[in-house]
């Protein structure tokens, strides 16, 4: 296993946990614009860590592709998070 596939893993692994404590937070403050933030900055991080894995276990050139559009897909769930936030700074 070379260095770059262990730190793949690791950073999936960190995405995971991210994504745990994010769920806490959007429990604890249900129905709330900083609870709605904490869902999506969470699934961001479901994505960005499916990103790392496709990525560490693909060996064609479909599976990069693949790679890259679920990085897309987490900044677009991140975007979101952020508008959230904004919103809420206009209350």
Do not use: P, W
Not at 13 to 19: G, N, Q
Not at 23 to 52: D, P, T
Not at 60 to 84: D, F, P, W
């Amino acid at each position: 296993m070379s260095v770059a596939e262990v730190s793949f893993y690791g950073a999936a692994a960190f995405d995971a946990l991210v994504f745990l404590y994010a769920m806490r937070l959007h429990r604890e403050l249900k129905g709330s614009l900083l609870g709605r933030a904490a869902l999506f900055i969470g699934l961001s991080a479901v994505a960005i860590g499916l990103h790392h894995l496709i990525r560490v276990n693909s060996t064609t050139q479909l599976g990069l592709a693949n790679a890259e559009a679920m990085e897309v897909i987490a900044g677009l769930l991140l975007l979101l998070g952020v508008y959230e936030i904004h919103r809420l700074s206009r209350i």
